[in-house]
């Protein structure tokens, strides 16, 4: 029994190291800063925080975005997106489906030092929301351009009838 519990751990252990090492294929590699860390942001003025955790799949075919937005007092809102690269069309794609029902289906660009995620469309309950995305990578001012970034500036816009409005802008930092 012991020698099967250890085989666990070292199992675990050597998919964690797959999940943060992979060889991402070349179209999801601008997103390979995220993989294998956590990222956590508040939203401003609130006790409401977002963590996003990431992880490469089959070897980097596909990046794994487990998040979860906490408030207290209230039932966490889980959702988890799979990136991958959809050879047909030449671009990366991403499906998002989440514990209270919606489901989202979109596309990720990099964008002049950033990540863009162009409208696309949110349903759940048979309502439909229409939103897009830009996580911009931040360094820390010490590694410079080429250094790895720390956290990222995630906007967030949806469309009203009068044109794009903020929902929410945060800073999500990497965790230890």
């Known amino acids: 029994m012991r020698r099967l519990v250890m085989g666990m751990a070292l199992g675990a252990v050597v998919g964690v190291s797959l999940a943060v090492?992979?060889?991402?294929?070349?179209?999801?590699?601008?997103?390979a800063f995220l993989a294998g860390h956590?990222?956590?942001?508040?939203?401003?003025?609130?006790q409401r925080t977002d963590t996003h955790c990431f992880a490469w799949?089959?070897?980097?075919?596909?990046?794994?975005?487990?998040?979860?937005?906490?408030a207290p007092g209230q039932p966490d809102h889980?959702?988890?997106t799979t990136y991958y690269w959809e050879p047909a069309a030449k671009r990366v794609e991403y499906l998002?489906?989440?514990?209270?029902?919606?489901?989202?289906?979109?596309?990720?660009?990099p964008e002049a030092g950033a990540l863009v995620f162009p409208a696309t469309q949110y349903?759940?309950?048979g309502e439909t929301l229409?939103?897009?995305?830009?996580?911009?990578?931040?360094?820390?001012?010490?590694?410079?351009e080429g250094g790895?970034?720390?956290a990222y500036e995630a906007w967030s816009e949806v469309q009203t009838k009068d044109g794009w409005t903020t929902m929410f802008k945060l800073v999500l930092k990497r965790q230890p």
């Open 57 to 70: 799949l089959y070897e980097g075919k596909a990046l794994r975005d487990t998040h979860t937005v906490r």
């Open 123 to 125: 349903v759940t309950d």
């Open 78 to 80: 889980v959702g988890e």
């Open 96 to 109: 998002y489906i989440e514990n209270q029902g919606g489901v989202s289906h979109g596309t990720v660009t």
């Open 130 to 144: 229409t939103y897009r995305v830009r996580w911009t990578p931040q360094r820390p001012p010490q590694a410079g």
């Open 148 to 150: 790895e970034p720390d």
């Open 38 to 46: 956590c990222w956590t942001g508040e939203f401003p003025g609130s």
């Open 21 to 31: 090492f992979a060889d991402p294929v070349p179209g999801l590699k601008p997103m």
